[in-house]
């Protein structure tokens, strides 16, 4: 037999957590000592095993004591959705704040009202999804394309309009990254470059509205290409 405090060591949790389910009934000791010490025979590491595991996996106390008996795997199914809704839940948390931050690095501060509309447009249903909508980086991305697209928007700052090597430079970098995001798919780029020039890519693909001296410039560095 086991007295609390080995049981507590060998189990890695403490006296007072080992009383607090007894209380509860959901862990009870296998007899009391003459000196009504709590006793517990070696089932019951097990047991409490059981009880840490349950814990993690987001199951409270008071539905526990039926688990322990666990036979049918529905209580475990349903967890198992109830862990994946809120997974869903923290990822449109942790999109969100990529959505701030993004918009931070490239506006030099936050842009509420814009974030909004793009969640909002986020959360539409969409109709007819083309290729592009899988492919466009998106502003709550925080992918390798995001960056790079970043990147670009702000390196394309502080070009010189009237600077034709820098204009050059700036264009072979923007049909670089287009035909890589595009796969070379030459109808892709040739769509994608008529969206960003129509000025229509925010409201088509639900993607970072581009700022118009930006396009502009875009469309003029590019006009070698397409």
Not at 92 to 121: A, D, R
């Amino acid at each position: 037999m086991l007295t609390i405090g080995e049981l507590a060591k060998k189990s890695g949790v403490t006296t007072r957590t080992l009383r607090h389910y007894d209380a509860i009934h959901l862990l009870t000791p296998d007899k009391l000592s003459e000196g009504k010490h709590r006793l517990y025979c070696e089932e019951s590491v097990l047991t409490l095993a059981k009880i840490q595991l349950f814990k993690r996996m987001g199951f409270s106390l008071k539905r526990m004591k039926p688990l322990l008996e666990l036979q049918s795997s529905n209580v475990l199914e349903e967890q198992l959705r109830v862990v994946k809704r809120e997974q869903e839940k923290l990822k449109e948390m942790e999109e969100t704040i990529n959505g701030l931050l993004h918009i931070h690095k490239i506006e030099g501060q936050f842009n509420w009202h814009l974030l909004l509309e793009l969640i909002k447009k986020t959360e539409d249903p969409v109709k007819e999804l083309d290729r592009l909508q899988f492919i466009l980086p998106k502003l709550c991305d925080d992918s390798n394309e995001t960056k790079s697209l970043l990147l670009l928007i702000n390196h394309s700052k502080s070009v010189d309009q009237s600077n034709l090597m820098q204009m050059h430079d700036l264009g072979s970098r923007l049909n670089e990254w287009i035909g890589k995001l595009c796969g070379g798919d030459e109808r892709l780029i040739k769509e994608l470059y008529k969206l960003l020039y129509n000025g229509n890519i925010s409201a088509t693909l639900g993607c970072y509205p581009i700022p118009a001296p930006i396009v502009s410039l875009w469309k003029e560095a590019t006009s070698c290409y397409y």
